[in-house]
T-cell receptor, first 113, second 115 residues
Framework: EPEVTQTPSHQVTQMGQEVILRCVPISNHLYFYWYRQILGQKVEFLVSFYNNEISEKSEIFDDQFSVERPDGSNFTLKIRSTKLEDSAMYFC???????????FGPGTRLTVL | AQSVTQLGSHVSVSEGALVLLRCNYSSSVPPYLFWYVQYPNQGLQLLLKYTSAATLVKGINGFEAEFKKSETSFHLTKPSAHMSDAAEYFCAVSDRTDSSYKLIFGSGTRLLVRP
């Protein structure tokens, strides 16, 4: 069964450093999403992406964040200058169409020291 | 704005007992509703979804949920709990008000199953 994969599973970084979280969505899916879950809090929407552009972003998704689909298979989330409060589990998701089921990856746990 | 409330951050049941996890939603449009399960150190796995067809939705692993518009609820049930059901369960609503379809999640309920 096709699945969404994410790498790395755990990333530790120093405050102020740039990180790139990688996702490989299900191959025939067209809509891509990033969510995050700070420990003990709700899963929160960050950004949705379709047709090589952002379709919606949340208030959390400020200028420090960017997304890219560099090669038709990977979908990345970049945080330019990490803050302590960026420590969270980051989930990638994909769906075939709008409103269709979103399939989630296993997540990347980001720890900012 | 859409929102989801899950009553009870922890629910504990005995193996073989009924599982009931509560979810109430707020939505200005007919909602799409989902239950996801997260096992330790794993991602979110879809259990079931409601998208305006039958109000009683059956999912994987013997779970089902009933959409009740009058109560704005979408509670998850399973007649007989199994030890392998121990996990965290998330209710979510799809935000269709601006065609973004992003998911809005509840706080989650951790299900503990006692032997």
């Amino acid at each position: 069964e096709p699945e969404v994969t994410q790498t790395p599973s755990h990333q530790v970084t120093q405050m102020g450093q740039e990180v790139i979280l990688r996702c490989v969505p299900i191959s025939n899916h067209l809509y891509f999403y990033w969510y995050r879950q700070i420990l003990g809090q709700k899963v929160e929407f960050l950004v949705s992406f379709y047709n090589n552009e952002i379709s919606e972003k949340s208030e959390i998704f400020d200028d420090q964040f960017s997304v890219e689909r560099p090669d038709g298979s990977n979908f990345t989330l970049k945080i330019r200058s990490t803050k302590l409060e960026d420590s969270a589990m980051y989930f990638c998701a994909s769906s075939y169409s709008e409103g269709d089921t979103q399939y989630f990856g296993p997540g990347t746990r980001l720890t900012v020291l | 704005a859409q929102s989801v409330t899950q009553l009870g951050s922890h629910v504990s049941v005995s193996e073989g007992a009924l599982v009931l996890l509560r979810c109430n939603y707020s939505s200005s449009v007919p909602p799409y509703l989902f239950w996801y399960v997260q096992y330790p150190n794993q991602g979110l796995q879809l259990l079931l979804k409601y998208t305006s067809a039958a109000t009683l939705v059956k999912g994987i692993n013997g779970f089902e949920a009933e959409f009740k518009k009058s109560e704005t609820s979408f509670h998850l049930t399973k007649p007989s709990a199994h030890m392998s059901d121990a996990a965290e369960y998330f209710c979510a609503v799809s935000d269709r008000t601006d065609s973004s379809y992003k998911l809005i999640f509840g706080s989650g309920t951790r299900l503990l199953v006692r032997p």
